[in-house]
């Protein structure tokens, strides 16, 4: 089974879109440690996702203890649910490789974030990893991200999150590209389901970041109602730092996918 086929059967088996980031911050966890942190939000939620997305540097800033965390956390992730490896590496070639090979072959993942700054060239190592997913940044969640992906190029009178929208495009011969696109930005986000409209797209920024949910779910999706991998991570698994949080984590997981699927519903134009 290539990633698409266990997206989309994880959806339909939780009936969810929602996707959430395990990003283990000591700041703000409760007083156990990282993988046995994870590993509660996993028992709390595994039946409310499509995917889970640790965030690598979490992991990276705790040393090798924290890799070690990462590590198991992956081997504890139900099979039939992927794992999202947000890591968005962006390199030469001969590094790109190894960058690969670590998130696809030594850590398990079964897609990963990349950064298409650097050309296809940088690309291509993780593409060739047919059953694996790769989401291409596009037009990311953070305010800064304008500085660069909204700039209008000259030769095509067209904002540069487009052209990376058309170039993954072009290059998804496999089936195994997606891209990442903010709910932060909802015209945006509809113009790139527009431009890319059978590839999915990861939707981080609902939450903390203050994204429209609703948008978010009606310019997300593919014309089937799928497609759309909705990430949260704080508003979800530190939804209390006492030793509830697991039970904190279901709820406020189980309210958000309950909401995705209400909008879902009215985009769709089905009843709720």
Not at 157 to 162: A, C, G, I, K, T
Not at 170 to 192: D, F, H, K, Q, S
Request: proline share 5%; with cysteine.
């Amino acid at each position: 089974m290539n990633f698409l086929e266990k997206l989309l059967q994880a959806a339909r088996s939780n009936r969810s879109l929602l996707c959430i980031g395990l990003d283990p911050d000591p700041e703000l966890m409760p007083k156990v440690d990282v993988f046995q942190f994870n590993r509660a939000i996993i028992d709390a939620t595994s039946d409310l996702v499509r995917a889970y997305k640790p965030n690598l540097a979490f992991y990276e800033a705790l040393g090798i203890e924290g890799l070690k965390a990462l590590e198991r956390t992956v081997a504890y992730i139900p099979k039939g649910i992927p794992i999202i490896g947000d890591a968005k590496r962006g390199d030469i070639g001969s590094t790109a490789r190894a960058y690969a090979r670590a998130l696809f072959e030594t850590l398990g993942f079964d897609a990963a974030t990349v950064n298409p700054y650097l050309g296809y060239d940088s690309l291509e190592p993780f593409i060739e990893y047919k059953e694996k997913g790769v989401f291409i940044l596009c037009r990311t969640s953070n305010v800064g991200s304008a500085h660069f992906q909204a700039l209008t190029l000259t030769e095509t009178s067209r904002p540069l999150f487009e052209l990376v929208a058309q170039r993954a495009r072009e290059w998804n011969l496999y089936g195994n590209l997606g891209l990442v696109v903010g709910a932060t930005y909802p015209e945006e986000l509809r113009r790139v389901r527009q431009i890319c409209p059978e590839m999915p797209l990861l939707i981080p920024g609902i939450g903390a970041q203050g994204g429209d949910l609703a948008s978010a779910v009606r310019y997300g999706v593919d014309a089937k109602g799928e497609k759309a991998i909705i990430s949260s991570s704080r508003r979800i698994i530190y939804a209390s730092k006492g030793e509830d949080f697991a039970a904190a984590a279901r709820e406020a997981a189980l309210n958000l996918r309950d909401q995705i699927n209400l909008y879902l519903a009215a985009s769709q134009g089905e009843a709720p």
